[in-house]
């Protein structure tokens, strides 16, 4: 009985995932994590506070998963082994 040693390369392992948008996820997440956190910081209440704070953290979470590439679409092209990100609707506009 033989054991099989692992692979050296553990690349072939999981395809690739899409690259980071630094600037424009990271923006976003910043602005809505900061615009959410000086709300709550805040020591009074304001009366649309709930709405904008729900909205805040709403354009935290869309930037977060903006900045993973969530919303670009991988296409692998199995038959020759290439990988292409393409753009969605949010990347052209």
């Given amino acids: 009985?033989?054991?099989?040693?692992?692979?050296?390369?553990?690349?072939?392992?999981?395809?690739?995932?899409?690259?980071?948008?630094?600037l424009r996820g990271g923006v976003t997440a910043a602005l809505g994590s900061f615009g959410a956190y000086a709300l709550?910081?805040?020591?009074?209440?304001?009366?649309?506070?709930?709405?904008?704070?729900?909205?805040?953290?709403?354009?935290?979470?869309?930037g977060v998963m903006d900045l993973l590439g969530t919303f670009d679409v991988m296409v692998i092209d199995y038959a020759r082994h290439e990988l292409q990100?393409?753009?969605t609707y949010?990347?052209?506009h």
């Fill in 1 to 22: 009985m033989t054991e099989t040693s692992p692979p050296d390369d553990p690349s072939g392992l999981f395809p690739p995932g899409n690259p980071l948008r630094w």
């Fill in 40 to 62: 709550m910081a805040h020591d009074a209440q304001l009366r649309l506070g709930v709405p904008v704070g729900t909205l805040l953290v709403l354009v935290a979470a869309f």
């Fill in 85 to 87: 990100v393409r753009p």
């Fill in 90 to 92: 949010f990347a052209m």
